[in-house]
């Protein structure tokens, strides 16, 4: 596909399992991010990687969650013993890395309902 | 340091009569600017994007912003809303030369008909 897609659509789970969320970047991007979108908190941040390293962890908000990359292409954003404040909508994008601007293109995200 | 504000939280405006989505930044450098809409239940699409040429930027579906450093402003415009413009926009600031997107926290644009 021409986009960045993701993996489920929708989750519920419930509270204390564990979740994996796919991400699959336009191919060529070397950089791929990860962020939450949350009734209240807007879009915030999590992670991002340049290739397969992830330089800027800065925004995951517990070490309940983890990430990484797999051959400069696929992400699996992995969130611990979920929690009910862990529901939101999660958004991954990616880019080429360029020195003047950096265009993110975002997929559709996976909704994250935690009972 | 950088930041965004976008000024209204939810706007409405009658079909055929024009927008006006505000946003003001701050940045320590040179800044990238972006402005996403976000349709329910979809992705965020980029609109436009302010990148140190033009001042006057034009993006896509009808939808333009001017950088105005003296005002650190980016606010976006539609000479007539559609229908269809209904959605969520967020600006969003980056430092020129890097990753890092500051959005804004999202103003809703309601179309009446």
């Known amino acids: 596909g021409a986009g960045v897609s993701q993996s489920p659509s929708n989750k519920v789970t419930e509270k204390g399992k564990d979740v994996e969320l796919r991400c699959d970047p336009i191919s060529g991007h070397t950089a791929l991010y990860w962020y939450r979108q949350s009734l209240g908190q807007g879009l915030e941040f999590l992670i991002y990687?340049?290739?397969?390293?992830?330089?800027?962890k800065s925004g995951l908000p517990s070490d309940r969650f983890s990430a990484e990359r797999t051959g400069g292409s696929v992400s699996t954003l992995t969130i611990q013993r979920t929690q009910q404040e862990d529901s939101a909508v999660y958004l991954c994008?990616?880019?080429?890395?360029?020195?003047?601007?950096?265009?993110?293109?975002f997929g559709p995200g996976t909704r994250l309902t935690v009972l | 340091a950088q930041s965004v504000t976008q000024l209204d939280s939810h706007v409405s405006v009658s079909e055929g009569t024009p927008v006006l989505l505000r946003c003001n930044y701050s940045s320590s450098y040179s800044p990238s600017l972006f402005w996403y809409v976000q349709h329910p239940n979809k992705g965020l699409q980029l609109l436009l994007k302010y990148t140190s040429a033009a001042t006057l930027v034009k993006g896509i579906n009808g939808f333009e912003a001017e950088f105005k450093k003296s005002e650190t402003s980016f606010h976006l415009t539609k000479p007539s809303a559609h229908m269809s413009d209904a959605a969520e926009y967020f600006c969003?600031?980056?430092?020129?030369?890097?990753?890092?997107?500051?959005f804004g926290t999202g103003t809703r644009l309601k179309v009446l008909a």
């Open positions: 994008a990616s880019s080429f890395q360029t020195t003047t601007y950096n265009e993110q293109f």
């Open positions: 969003v600031v980056s430092s020129s030369g890097t990753y890092k997107y500051i």
């Open positions: 990687f340049q290739g397969n390293s992830a330089p800027d």
